[in-house]
């Protein structure tokens, strides 16, 4: 049995566990209600998470689209970035559907006779998932220190113009 075909057969199952371990990245109480609320209104975050990896996940088991892996990824990094998340920690989540699969489905992976170049290939998929998600996170992050730096400029300037120290232009 292909990893892909026994993967898909599992997805509902991974992807929650997925969730569960990025949603652990965050306090207790955060987490409970990541993982207790489920509307996507009331639970932005949780939401927006949960769709990213649904969508990464599926595109891990057949790369179809590249646009929608850089959206998913966006997603997902964009929080992470805007929550301070270092680089390690927002990067470091996408490794954890290696953990999934080699702590919780290894058993299951051997039963089905999965060939052991499937999961090399499918490792490989992650680790390239991954340095793309470095480029989409550090993007991110650039642009969150741009509009810093912009508001910084805009504040000074109008602290200058209020002390009659700057012309208006």
């Not at 509902?12 to 652990?24: D, E, G, K, S, Y």
């Not at 939401?47 to 998913?72: N, P, S």
Request: proline content about 4%; glycine content about 4%; some cysteine.
């Amino acid at each position: 049995m292909k990893l892909e075909d026994f993967l898909a057969g599992r997805k509902t199952a991974v992807v929650n566990r997925w969730f569960q371990l990025l949603a652990a990245e965050y306090t207790p109480e955060t987490a409970g209600f990541l993982q207790r609320e489920k509307d996507r209104f009331a639970n932005p975050v949780g939401y927006t998470i949960y769709e990213a990896i649904t969508g990464l996940f599926e595109e891990l088991l057949e790369v179809k689209d590249r646009a929608k892996v850089a959206a998913c990824l966006d997603d997902l990094l964009r929080l992470k970035a805007v929550q301070d998340f270092p680089p390690s920690q927002a990067i470091g989540s996408l490794f954890l559907i290696k953990k999934i699969i080699q702590e919780e489905l290894a058993g299951e992976i051997q039963a089905a006779r999965v060939p052991p170049e499937d999961i090399i290939n499918f490792a490989g998929r992650v680790d390239r998932l991954a340095l793309q998600a470095f480029d989409i996170y550090m993007a991110c992050r650039e642009q969150l220190y741009e509009i810093r730096v912009n508001e910084v400029k805009n504040r000074t300037a109008r602290l200058l113009q209020k002390a009659n120290l700057l012309e208006k232009v």
